[in-house]
């Protein structure tokens, strides 16, 4: 007869409340994705508190200890990364605090925004910025103003972004710095958060060096000062959420949709021209459907995507041309060429599931 295991004594064993939590988990996290999909938010009972997401949040606050910052924002499960305006605080995706809502995400989206530890540290160092800025008031001073620009400014749909620029650090990718002045300094804070930054090497001869040393400056004199804004605000956290997981992927997708077809306008728009030009010339969805099978062979062979994709995307840059009614421009070999970097560049995005981040 096997030996009875011994019980650990009753104050040794783990709290009811967590086992509990865990069990119910463990139920929605064996569903398949569409039996997931039909879950609401409020029903899988995540706590920040009991997931991974807790020890990154710790790892912040000793980011924020070690640089003498009395400010620790306070952050919950949402639907999506966000510091909303007023509340110093930050919203962290709900698909971060389990392996199988990542998984569904990944599957959804093609990519995990923050799906590594190095990258989800960099956004909460960024949000920390935001939320700081929120908790200290910091975008109403003269010389905050004078540094990144006037917080007031309309947040744009899209940036034409200048990757040359050395006015801006480079932080998140997609040279995220340049799209606001609110991102600029959030972008800014991060890179001097950074444990063992070394931006004053790296970024010596940047005229972003003086933004850097201006936050540097400005942290210092807010060590031992409270914050002016302190309220405990969640936004829209998933606990009170009675929407589904579906209903949050659709409308999340239909964004993409949307931002992708303005993409394929403004990308067909640095190509092709709505102007008839003098000369005789074919419209540009004439010339890109007689060119469709080498236009697609050739992204085929550079990405190895699937051809029905390839001809999809293809199609639909043939029609937005029709629509917008443009031209070639230069000679016909010039056109295709244009026309070939257009088809690869949404190939790309597409298959690579990139978030409405990514700007031109």
Same mark, same amino acid.
């Given at each position: 007869m096997p030996?009875?295991?011994?019980?650990?004594?009753?104050?040794?064993r783990r709290p009811a409340g967590p086992k509990r939590v865990r069990a119910k988990r463990a139920s929605w996290a064996r569903l398949g994705d569409e039996q997931l999909l039909a879950m609401r938010f409020c029903d899988l009972k995540l706590k920040l508190e009991r997931t991974p997401l807790a020890r990154h949040m710790r790892s912040l606050y000793?980011?924020?200890?070690?640089?003498?910052?009395?400010f620790r924002p306070h952050a919950w499960i949402g639907e999506e990364w966000f510091s909303p305006d007023g509340v110093p605080g930050i919203s962290i995706p709900f698909y971060l605090a389990h392996p199988r809502l990542e998984r569904l995400e990944r599957a959804m989206m093609k990519q995990v925004?923050?799906?590594?530890?190095?990258?989800?540290?960099?956004?909460l160092r960024h949000e920390a910025g935001h939320a700081l800025d929120t908790a200290y008031r910091l975008r109403r001073r003269k010389r905050w103003r004078e540094a990144f620009g006037p917080a007031s400014l309309p947040y744009p749909d899209r940036y034409r972004a200048r990757p040359g620029s050395r006015r801006y650090v480079q932080h998140l990718g997609d040279w995220y710095a340049q799209s606001h002045p609110t991102e600029d300094f959030a972008e800014t804070f991060a890179v001097w958060l950074a444990p063992n930054s070394s931006w004053r090497r790296g970024y010596a001869d940047w005229p972003a060096f003086q933004k850097l040393e201006f936050v540097d400056?400005?942290?210092? !004199? &807010? @060590?031992?000062? /409270?914050?002016?804004?302190r309220n405990r605000t969640r936004i829209e956290p998933i606990d009170?959420?009675?929407?589904?997981?579906?209903?949050?992927?659709?409308?999340?997708l239909e964004r993409y949709r949307q931002y992708r077809r303005g993409l394929v306008d403004v990308m067909l728009s640095k190509v092709f021209t709505p102007g008839r030009p003098r000369r005789a010339t074919p419209r540009a969805c004439t010339l890109i459907r007689s060119a469709r099978r080498e236009l697609v062979d050739a992204v085929v062979r550079e990405q190895g995507v699937a051809r029905y994709s390839a001809f999809q995307i293809l199609r639909m840059i043939i029609e937005r041309s029709d629509q917008l009614g443009l031209y070639p421009r230069g000679s016909r070999r010039? !056109? &295709? @060429?244009?026309? /070939?970097?257009?088809?690869?560049?949404?190939?790309?995005l597409y298959t690579?599931?990139?978030s409405p981040q990514l700007r031109l």
């Amino acid at each position: 007869m096997p030996l009875p295991i011994p019980r650990p004594a009753a104050s040794a064993r783990r709290p009811a409340g967590p086992k509990r939590v865990r069990a119910k988990r463990a139920s929605w996290a064996r569903l398949g994705d569409e039996q997931l999909l039909a879950m609401r938010f409020c029903d899988l009972k995540l706590k920040l508190e009991r997931t991974p997401l807790a020890r990154h949040m710790r790892s912040l606050y000793r980011d924020l200890e070690r640089r003498g910052i009395d400010f620790r924002p306070h952050a919950w499960i949402g639907e999506e990364w966000f510091s909303p305006d007023g509340v110093p605080g930050i919203s962290i995706p709900f698909y971060l605090a389990h392996p199988r809502l990542e998984r569904l995400e990944r599957a959804m989206m093609k990519q995990v925004e923050g799906g590594n530890a190095q990258w989800l540290k960099r956004i909460l160092r960024h949000e920390a910025g935001h939320a700081l800025d929120t908790a200290y008031r910091l975008r109403r001073r003269k010389r905050w103003r004078e540094a990144f620009g006037p917080a007031s400014l309309p947040y744009p749909d899209r940036y034409r972004a200048r990757p040359g620029s050395r006015r801006y650090v480079q932080h998140l990718g997609d040279w995220y710095a340049q799209s606001h002045p609110t991102e600029d300094f959030a972008e800014t804070f991060a890179v001097w958060l950074a444990p063992n930054s070394s931006w004053r090497r790296g970024y010596a001869d940047w005229p972003a060096f003086q933004k850097l040393e201006f936050v540097d400056e400005l942290m210092t !004199a &807010l @060590r031992g000062r /409270r914050p002016a804004v302190r309220n405990r605000t969640r936004i829209e956290p998933i606990d009170t959420l009675t929407r589904t997981l579906g209903e949050h992927y659709e409308e999340k997708l239909e964004r993409y949709r949307q931002y992708r077809r303005g993409l394929v306008d403004v990308m067909l728009s640095k190509v092709f021209t709505p102007g008839r030009p003098r000369r005789a010339t074919p419209r540009a969805c004439t010339l890109i459907r007689s060119a469709r099978r080498e236009l697609v062979d050739a992204v085929v062979r550079e990405q190895g995507v699937a051809r029905y994709s390839a001809f999809q995307i293809l199609r639909m840059i043939i029609e937005r041309s029709d629509q917008l009614g443009l031209y070639p421009r230069g000679s016909r070999r010039d !056109a &295709l @060429r244009n026309a /070939r970097w257009v088809l690869s560049r949404l190939v790309r995005l597409y298959t690579d599931g990139a978030s409405p981040q990514l700007r031109l």
